[in-house]
């Protein structure tokens, strides 16, 4: 008898390094086989073999090679390749991660295909409806079936949007999984030779600034504001720059400066970033991702946002939520070179386990149960 099988969906790389937890930990189990979809949201050159060996799982088994477009044609180009999967092929349960494009598309083509949905980081709420992934956040979670929290405030949303709160689960965060997983991979290797490393070596003291986000680096006049606010932190603080490319177009675009003390370079791979960011003094950032992380870490991170989804990061851990102004980014900033910001403590349940919780939840849902019988059904 075969086993029941879970479509594990990803789009873009951050996407991966969420589902190679859970990898790890369907094969652990053993009660459930799974398939990775890669939809192609995003194209990386980076993302070949090296990159999922250094996850720990395999190569994706589908490519639906869905990338480029505005968000309604990337999302409409998704639905439709990921339906016609679906129906020749249906798997017994869809598990989706975070809040792009990829999450919101599969979604529901599940839902309409009386697939079961999974959502792991359910909950999530900037209450900024000019994120498009909130957008995609609010939606998904309103058509998931099963939840898979990684912090209270996403209990609290779910409970006050009515989601029945037997099928939400506090499990902990696969984003945490993987960075300790990756960590711990990275202390048995000689980084020496990883990019970025000669400017590890030429400071012993340093910060890491990371910048994608629209409201930050679209417009002229807020990218030269935190363009200030940099130039100001690094005469005290060495600062290094992986660009998104995005952000670097508006740079040369504009016509900003970020001084000297700032290094620029290209976008890192996962673990010549990590082993970056891990010992930075400070990380200037507004990354979701990297506000969990650096929580995770006990790494100073100042978030260059108004708000977060992500609030544990701020109220129990390592992350000061500084907004954009120049003059807050540059005190949050100087609280963490004078070692006066705290670095907090890792939240409950964020100890490496969050995977093996919801592989074991799912299994228990889903071993001994028929597929749903989906013919005549539109």
């Known amino acids: 008898m075969s086993k029941p099988c879970i479509h594990l969906i990803a789009g873009a790389r951050p996407n991966f390094m969420k589902i ?6 369907l094969r652990a189990d053993g009660r459930l086989d799974w398939r990775i979809i890669h939809t192609g949201q995003h194209y990386d050159r980076d993302m070949n073999d090296v990159f999922f060996d250094e996850l720990g799982i395999p190569a994706p088994d589908v490519r639906l090679g869905c990338g480029g477009g505005s968000h309604a044609t990337q999302t409409g180009k998704i639905m439709e390749a990921y339906e016609s999967l679906c ?18 598309a599969c979604s529901i083509v599940a839902k309409k295909a009386c697939i079961p949905v999974a959502h792991v980081e359910a909950g999530l709420r900037s209450g900024d409806m000019a994120m498009p992934e909130e957008i995609n956040r609010l939606v998904t979670d309103a058509i998931t079936d099963w939840f898979f929290v990684t912090e209270p405030s996403g209990l609290l949303h779910l409970q006050r949007e ?4 037997a099928q939400v689960f506090d499990v902990g965060h696969v984003m945490v999984d993987n960075v300790l997983h990756q960590a711990a991979q990275l202390a048995g290797t000689d980084t020496s030779e990883l990019p970025g490393s000669s400017f590890k070596q030429r400071h012993a003291r340093y910060g890491v600034v990371t910048l994608h986000r629209p409201s930050n680096v679209d417009s002229a006049d ?20 992986p660009v998104h490319p995005r952000t670097r177009n508006n740079i040369e675009r504009h016509g900003i400066s970020m001084g000297p003390g700032v290094e620029l370079m290209t976008p890192l791979p996962y673990m010549p970033f990590l082993n970056l960011w891990k010992d930075a003094v400070v ?32 109220d129990e851990g390592s992350n000061v939520l500084a907004g954009t102004r120049p003059e807050a980014i540059i005190a949050a900033a100087r609280a963490a070179i004078r070692g006066e ?6 939240p409950a349940l964020w100890d490496g386990k969050a995977a093996e ?12 149960q028929p597929s749903p019988d989906r013919a005549n059904k539109h």
């Open 87 to 104: 129906a020749t092929d249906p798997p017994d349960a869809v598990l989706v991660v975070g809040d792009v494009n990829s999450t919101l």
């Open 357 to 368: 919780r919801i592989v074991s939840i799912l299994a228990d849902k889903l071993v001994g």
């Open 20 to 25: 190679a937890p859970i990898v790890r930990a």
């Open 222 to 241: 807020a990218l030269e504001s935190i363009s200030l606010a940099l130039r100001d932190i690094s005469e005290e603080l060495p600062l290094v720059f």
């Open 341 to 346: 910001s705290r670095r907090g403590r890792r």
């Open 283 to 314: 990380v200037l950032t507004d990354s979701g991702g990297l506000q969990e992380e650096t929580t995770a870490l006990g790494v100073p991170c100042v978030t260059i946002r108004e708000n977060t989804e992500r609030p544990v990061t701020v």
């Open 162 to 165: 009515g989601k029945d709160m």
